[in-house]
């Protein structure tokens, strides 16, 4: 009524207004009393009907029973009183550029682990490495662990001191002998998606990569990490100039023993 701001139905939940006006703040504006109104009673029918229930958990004591019959190693899930279940999925560590660690940390302890002591915030001192290509790591979570959670526990087993926002979590799939990737929003929960596709990885695996929106936000970097990109960059255009070199120079020789050999023959 006042801002005139206007909304889907389905965008509520990402709407947040800063009324600056006195007392309409938290009050008269808010995002349900800025919805757009449905096009349709069909539509807002429709739309509801696409939202799953959520399951009960005899369907999930069921889903995790089939689960478990299906799974060759000793990595089962674990149905809680409460409803809430745990296990394990794997997560391929598929980064393509360097990541900040602590430089001249020693590795955690168990000790250091039981009291949730993080070693990473007791130096200033930062370096980068590339993390092995393809490297696994597995993780125990509970069905309440999101995606968020996910990514932030595994840079903090391998003392990873970048922003979380500059990786994201992918789902992987096969289908018809094609590969296809999918970007998990932070509030989805991995280990139902892994309850869902079974224990087969063939199935479905998860993959952590950088974050790729199209547009990359260059705030989120340091001046040390920006610096080490155009390095990196610097490196990648000096081997690309060098592969075109050889290759024409290849092509040059080629050519000109061709000519060489022609020359002594006859037309």
């Given amino acids: 009524a006042d801002c005139r701001y206007t909304c889907h139905q389905e965008c509520r ?7 600056r006006r006195p007392g309409q703040c938290q009050s008269q504006l808010s995002p349900e009393s800025t919805l757009l109104p449905p096009c349709s009673q069909n539509v807002t029918q429709t739309v509801e009907e696409e939202k799953p229930e959520p399951p009960t958990i005899q369907e999930i004591k069921q889903k995790i029973e089939k689960y478990n019959a299906k ?3 000793c990595l089962l899930m674990k149905l809680n009183d409460d409803g809430t279940y745990t296990g394990f999925i794997k997560v391929h560590l598929k980064l393509r550029r360097p990541v900040t660690v602590p430089a001249g940390i020693r590795p955690q302890s168990i000790y ?3 009291r949730e002591v993080n070693l990473a915030e007791m130096t200033a001192k930062r370096t980068s490495f590339y993390l092995p290509l393809d490297a696994i790591k597995q993780l125990h979570i509970s069905s309440t662990t999101t995606v968020s959670e996910v990514i932030q526990g595994l840079l903090k087993k391998f003392m990873v001191v970048d922003n979380p926002q500059k990786f994201a979590l992918f789902k992987e799939m096969r289908k018809d002998g094609q590969v296809l990737f999918q970007k998990l929003p932070l509030t989805e929960y991995p280990l139902y998606l892994r309850l869902l596709a079974g224990p087969d990885t063939d199935v479905l695996s998860f993959v952590l990569k950088e974050n790729e929106t199209g547009e990359v936000e260059w705030d989120a970097f340091s001046i040390p990490e920006l610096q080490n990109f155009l390095m ?3 490196k990648e255009e000096k081997d690309k100039i060098q592969q075109v070199h050889r290759k024409y120079e290849r ?10 050999e022609a020359r002594g023959k006859p037309g």
């Fill in 112 to 114: 250091d682990a039981l």
């Fill in 232 to 234: 990196i960059l610097d």
């Fill in 251 to 260: 092509f040059k020789q080629r050519l000109q023993q061709t000519l060489k």
């Fill in 13 to 19: 939940s990402l709407i947040q207004l800063d009324c």
């Fill in 71 to 73: 799974v060759t190693n």
